[in-house]
C-alpha cells in the first residue's frame, strides 16, 4: 500500500463515507463478506478496483459472502502492485476491474504492456485471475473507439496470459451511469455485480 494510504475494512453491510483526500493519502475500502476471512483460501474471491468497485463491492458481500472487496479511489494500473502486497498471498481468484483511469493518460500498447506485466505477477500467486473489461463512460466518439479496442486487446492478453475476460459491455450504457458520466449508478453497480457474481459462484461450485 503506498506510504500514507489509510485502509477501513467495513463488515458488511456498513457504508464508509466517500474520500477526497490526495493520492498519497486517500482511504482504501475493503468489505469483507462474512465467510471470507475464515473460508478455505482457494474458496475466497479478491475483487481489486477503482472507484466504481466501491458500490459493487457493497452489493457483492451481501450476495457473496466469500468475497473480499478492495477499493481504491482514483486506483490506476500502476496501484494494483500495491494494492495487491495487501491482501492474501496465494490461492484466491482475484478479480480486477483497473485500468479506467488510465484510458486517457496511457496509449493503448503502454497500457496493454502494463497490464501485461500485472497478469505474470498475478498468475505466480493466484489460482484464477479474472479481468473485467474496461467499463464505459460518457466519452468523446474517439475516446469510446479507444476504450473498445483496449478491450479487444485485453481479451487477447487474457487468452495469451491464461486469465479471464470478463465482458462489462451493455446496450444503452447511459442509464446505468451516474450524472458526472463517469461512475456506475445503483443499477449499474447492481449489473456488474451479478456478472461477477455469476463468474466466480460457477468457480465456487467446481471447488466444493
Known amino acids: 500500500m503506498p506510504e500514507g494510504s489509510k485502509t477501513?475494512?467495513?463488515?458488511?453491510?456498513?457504508?464508509?463515507?466517500?474520500?477526497?483526500?490526495?493520492?498519497?493519502?486517500?482511504k482504501t475500502f475493503v468489505y469483507v463478506g462474512e465467510e471470507a476471512e475464515n473460508v478455505e483460501v482457494e474458496k475466497r474471491v479478491i475483487l481489486i478496483g477503482d472507484s466504481n468497485v466501491r458500490q459493487v463491492g457493497q452489493n457483492?458481500?451481501?450476495?457473496?459472502?466469500?468475497?473480499?472487496?478492495?477499493?481504491?479511489?482514483g486506483a490506476?494500473?500502476?496501484?494494483v502492485e500495491g494494492i495487491m502486497e495487501s491482501t492474501p498471498k496465494d490461492g484466491d481468484t482475484c478479480v480486477i476491474e483497473v485500468g479506467t483511469n488510465?484510458?486517457?493518460?496511457?496509449?493503448?500498447?503502454?497500457?496493454?504492456?502494463?497490464?501485461k506485466a500485472i497478469l505474470q505477477e498475478l498468475k505466480k500467486k493466484r489460482r484464477r485471475?479474472?479481468?473485467?473489461?474496461?467499463l464505459p463512460r460518457r466519452l468523446s466518439r474517439e475516446m469510446e473507439r479507444k476504450r473498445t479496442s483496449?478491450?479487444?486487446?485485453?481479451?487477447?492478453?487474457?487468452?495469451t496470459e491464461g486469465a479471464e475476460f470478463l465482458n462489462a459491455d451493455f446496450d444503452v450504457w447511459d442509464k446505468?451511469?451516474?450524472?458526472?458520466?463517469?461512475?456506475?449508478?445503483?443499477?449499474?453497480?447492481d449489473k456488474i455485480a451479478r456478472k461477477i457474481f455469476a463468474s466466480v459462484k460457477c468457480c465456487c461450485k467446481a471447488l466444493n
Open 150 to 159: 483496449v478491450n479487444d486487446e485485453l481479451w487477447e492478453l487474457c487468452q
Open 102 to 115: 488510465n484510458l486517457f493518460a496511457d496509449e493503448k500498447q503502454e497500457f496493454i504492456k502494463k497490464y
Open 176 to 189: 446505468y451511469l451516474g450524472r458526472d458520466g463517469l461512475h456506475l449508478n445503483r443499477y449499474g453497480a
Open 60 to 73: 457483492l458481500v451481501e450476495q457473496f459472502n466469500k468475497i473480499v472487496t478492495i477499493c481504491q479511489p
Open 129 to 134: 485471475v479474472v479481468v473485467m473489461g474496461i
Open 8 to 26: 477501513i475494512v467495513v463488515k458488511q453491510p456498513a457504508t464508509p463515507k466517500p474520500s477526497l483526500a490526495p493520492r498519497s493519502q486517500r
Open 76 to 79: 490506476k494500473l500502476e496501484d
